[in-house]
């Protein structure tokens, strides 16, 4: 016996020995990493013991790469057999997401992943994922032997696939599969993997391996993974930008780093010129990994002098969570504010040329030029980059008329510094006379029939010979040797008038016009089949009806229109997509209120522009046009929409988007602005915003700014109206009032809530009216937005929850739930009444209630026994409806008092009066009432009342 027990105690502390020996026979070193946008950093947040533990964090991702990861890393000096793997722990507060999880790494390239979801075979892929203060995985308890693992070489799931499970076993079974193979490192690690959720957050303590704890610690200072500087052209060795500049381009360089772990302060980033002076510094934000700092090449940021031309060093200080510093060289900025500098090589200055010309000129810049061009005269001639010159091939000078010209030449470096400079003047000479100014301006003249017209022609030669001149009509020489021609009309039709300049060596050059001679207005180019017939009036001075049409639209003019002195409609009139035009400086006799009818492109409600020039160029049609009134138009979006309007007089018109996507004219049954938008109010509506979904049997929470633009303070309503636009009704509105100094605003917030009752297939909109008290003609404003009533497919409501506002102890209290199905799909529902201070909890049976605006409601009545021992107050009454994917829940009160017994028996009558202690029950007394309310008190009065008469009732009896 003796001897045994001390063999006994020997294998115990051989036992202890080896279990000593395994917990100290490896030595771990930790380390933080990330992937992505993660965050692994030490924290004194929260810990489990000690002062500080480990933060990881991920957001979710949608797309890899790269992935979202946040490690602590835990490497052996010696590796580690995986057949002494007894178990991992750790300690957890699981902020939100899914749990930290173990990643072991093998020498043979597998890796085993330990997650809580998969390490539990027979509890695998359930949710939801536990948070809080948990231990490694919580209700699956810690990773040993019997914890699942599987390959990260496989599927990551789900359980039950055939592939997955060959490669889902216990760590005791990977022991058997893996028996030589050895632990490299191990991760204790969060992802953005889990798609329930936006974000991953955990912090993380006390990671213990076979019994040993894990010290976390950082020795490797960290490193610029990568630098750029955006903002900034590169050219292949430099950053480069102009902040002079202040044209959108290369303004400013926004230097980014991405340093190769978690850091804790990016410290000071200088930035130093070639003399190694520092000509700016600042200090970054603390665990940024992205936008450092913005560099605009000012000394002081904001306003110029800006830094001089040159190449700019910089330099930055990290530090890590370790507390590892370090300084980095960046990389170089190159400022360029200065524009090119070109000189022309040929022509040369002031020489005589004709003929073919070749163009070029050297250009000096320090970043370099983008693009160069050429111009002579009112003719460009884009440069190419030929042998170290700016080369345009050719030009040829008989394009040109003789005499001198400016060559110019525009250039733009790579950081869009621009420069254009005249180069030189040169003389272009190709032996030919040269018209240099001419009358009429017109190539088309109109007159009417037996009018004259009047034509000339200037011209020089500058080879100095003598010019002759010789006028033809339709071919026909009519005059000679002279500049001037005067024409008489006597037939009607068209007629080619020209002339030709000779100079002695017969070189010639010629002019030509095209007259026509008429009695009625050319109006050639309005085919369409409602355009006035004008040879068919007697009398042009007195034209009702007027109308021009083509493709694109037509006009009616609404006044009677004189048209004897209206010639050419053709070149005055312009009726084309989304424009129409009338030369009214020409021809005011069309400066008439009209009908217009046009074709257009708009994705809003269609609004009017107008120019008081004559124009068909749509920039510059650009005023709101308070004269013209839209009539009909076609439904938006559309790219050949119909939009018919009335003006009062003539311009240039364009029709336009307003960028307003419903029509309020069109809403008769909404009480708008009675005046129109009037005065100097604003109105911005904040939230909702457009399209912004709301639920049916809700409240919409409203914000809006309204600011009062008078000098004067006003009284003004803020209404806010939900609108039914199908039905064209109002549905719901609420409105507040404010006072509101002038020049100043003032935020409104209130609530409107969504009726149960809507067709959730309707459109409706939010429309808010600002106005003055008692002076809306005056000063309103209105805005309005399109929002989505949706209705739930699961939302059943209680409508209400009926019972007695008392009841007495030991008696019965009686509740009546009335539920609605407001939902778009059928329910089983039950309803839960409850008295929580009580502990009574009732639950009727399953019911159905089909779909809303079907068989959809229901009343649910229950008797509730009210128990003796409790004392009387108010208590809590509670009723919840139980449907598919959710409930609602409405609570009440009621008060609970004793009985109060009169018994004729037991009362003394002596003197008339009863003494309180011959009543039964508690004392009725002022600190009896206080325990109740109002209607309380009047029911105990009444109990009082019926008291009195029965005791009466029984000392008459008795007599």
């Known amino acids: 016996m003796g001897g045994r027990g001390i063999e006994s105690v020997f294998v115990l502390l051989l036992i202890l020995v080896l279990v000593a020996i395994f917990t100290s026979a490896f030595s771990t070193t930790s380390d933080l990493s990330v992937t992505g946008s993660a965050i692994s950093q030490i924290s004194t947040n929260w ?5 500080e533990s480990v933060y990881l ?7 890899y790469p790269p992935s979202n990861e946040a490690r602590i ?5 010696v590796p580690v057999p995986l057949i002494d793997l ?9 902020v939100q997401g899914y749990l930290p999880h173990a990643d072991i790494f093998l020498d043979n390239g597998e890796v085993l992943v330990f997650e809580y979801a998969k390490v539990d075979q027979s509890n695998c892929d359930n949710a939801p994922y536990p948070t809080g203060n948990l231990s490694t995985f919580d209700d699956k308890g810690i990773l040993t032997n019997l914890s699942y693992a599987w390959l990260n070489s496989g599927p990551p799931g789900p359980c039950g696939d055939s592939t997955f499970d060959n490669n889902h076993k216990s760590l005791a079974d990977w022991k058997i599969n893996y028996s030589g193979a050895n ?10 993997w889990i798609p329930q959720y936006l974000e991953h957050e955990s912090y993380v303590d006390d990671v213990v391996i076979n019994g040993q704890i894990v010290e976390f610690f950082d020795e490797v200072f960290p490193t610029l993974n990568s630098t750029t500087i955006s903002g900034a052209y590169f050219n292949g060795s430099d950053y480069i930008f102009s902040p002079a500049n202040q044209d959108g381009f290369y303004d400013f360089a926004n230097i980014t780093m991405n340093a190769s772990e978690l850091i804790e302060d990016w410290g000071r980033t200088e930035i130093h010129n070639s003399s190694a002076d520092q000509v700016k510094f600042f200090v970054g934000p603390n665990n940024v990994y992205s936008n450092v700092e913005v560099w605009k090449g000012g000394f002081t940021e904001t306003i110029p002098p800006f830094v001089p031309d040159g190449i700019y060093t910089i330099n930055t200080t990290l530090t890590d969570t370790g507390n590892n510093t370090v300084e980095i060289f960046v990389g170089t900025i190159f400022v360029d504010n200065t524009a090119p500098i070109a000189t022309l090589n040929s022509p040369a200055n002031n020489s005589t040329i004709f003929g073919m010309t070749l163009l070029n000129a050297s250009v000096s810049d320090l970043s370099g030029v983008q693009s160069l061009v050429f111009s002579v005269g009112n003719m460009t001639y884009p440069a190419k980059f030929i042998g170290g010159n700016w080369i345009n091939n050719s030009f040829n000078t008989s394009s040109f008329l003789d005499g001198f010209y400016f060559i110019n030449i525009s250039s733009i470096d790579n950081v869009n510094n621009a420069n254009v400079s005249t180069i030189a003047q040169i003389l272009i000479n190709n032996g030919l006379p040269q018209i240099t100014n001419f009358s009429p301006l017109e190539s088309q003249i109109i007159i009417k029939q037996n009018q004259s017209q009047m034509f000339n022609v200037t011209a020089v030669d500058f080879g100095g010979d003598t010019l002759i001149y010789r006028w033809f009509v339709n071919g026909i020489q009519n005059e000679t040797n002279t500049s001037s021609f005067l024409y008489q009309s006597q037939n009607l039709g068209q007629f080619n008038i020209t002339v030709i300049v000779f100079d002695l060596g017969n070189n010639e050059v010629a002019k030509e016009w095209n007259l026509i001679s008429t009695i009625i207005p050319i109006m050639n180019s309005f085919t369409g089949n409602a355009t006035t017939n004008l040879s068919a009036v007697a009398d042009l001075s007195n034209v009702s009806d007027f109308t021009l049409e083509n493709s694109a639209g037509k006009i009616t003019f609404n006044d009677v229109v004189d048209l004897t002195n209206v010639l050419d409609i053709d070149g005055n009139v312009i009726i084309q997509n989304g424009i129409i035009a009338v030369n009214t400086t020409k021809y005011p006799e069309l ?25 068909s160029i749509s920039s510059q049609i650009n005023q709101n046009c308070d004269f013209c009134e839209i009539i009909n138009y076609t439904n938006f979006p559309t790219a050949n929409g119909i939009v018919e309007f009335e003006v009062e007089h003539f311009s240039s018109f364009f029709v336009t988007g307003s960028g307003e996507i419903i029509d309020l004219s069109l809403l008769t049954g909404l009480a708008k602005c009675i005046s129109g938008v009037r005065g100097n109010l604003e109105i911005d509506l904040n939230d909702p915003e457009e399209n912004d979904e709301v639920e049916v049997g809700d409240f919409v929470d409203i914000e809006a700014d309204v600011r009062n633009n008078n000098e004067q303070s006003k009284d003004l309503v803020l209404k806010a109206v939900l609108y039914n636009v199908d039905k064209n009704k109002e549905e719901e509105k609420e409105s507040h009032d404010e006072r509101i100094k002038g020049n100043e605003g003032e935020e409104f917030e209130f609530e409107l809530e969504i009726p149960r009752d809507l067709d959730e297939n309707d459109n409706y909109i939010l429309y808010m009216k600002a106005y003055e008290k008692n002076n809306q003609e005056s000063q309103c404003n209105e805005e309005a937005i399109l929002i989505d009533a949706e209705r739930e497919k699961h939302n059943v409501i209680i409508k209400e929850l009926t019972t007695s506002p008392y009841a007495y102890l030991g008696d019965y209290l009686n509740v009546g739930v009335s539920i609605e199905n407001i939902g778009t799909r059928d329910e089983e529902v039950y309803v839960v009444v409850s008295i929580p201070e009580m502990e009574i909890n009732i639950v009727s049976e399953v019911f159905e209630l089909e779909e809303f605006d079907e068989d959809d409601k229901a009343f649910w009545n229950v008797t509730i026994k009210i128990p003796e021992n409790f004392e009387q107050g108010k208590y809590s009454l509670n009723a919840k409806v139980v449907f598919d994917d959710g409930f609602d829940e409405v609570k009440t009160e009621f ?15 002596e003197n008339g009066e009863t003494t309180n202690n011959e009543i039964q029950g508690n004392n009725i007394n002022g600190e009896f009432y206080k325990q109740f309310d109002t209607a309380n008190k009047y029911l105990v009065w009444m109990n009082l009342v019926v008291g009195v008469l029965i005791l009466l009732i029984a000392v008459f009896r008795r007599r």
């Open 591 to 615: 400066n008439k209120n009209a009908t217009i009818t046009l074709k257009a492109s708009y994705n809003s409600v269609p609004k009017i522009l107008f120019t008081s020039g004559f124009t």
């Open 73 to 77: 890393n835990i490497t052996f000096d």
């Open 86 to 94: 007894e178990n991992i722990s750790w300690q957890a507060n699981v």
């Open 895 to 909: 008060s609970a008092f004793k009985k109060i017994l009169l018994s004729s028996s037991d009362l003394n009558h």
């Open 47 to 51: 810990n489990f013991s000690g002062s």
């Open 57 to 63: 964090q991920a957001d979710n991702i949608t797309s």
């Open 183 to 192: 632990i490299l490192k191990i991760q204790i690690e969060i992802d953005g």
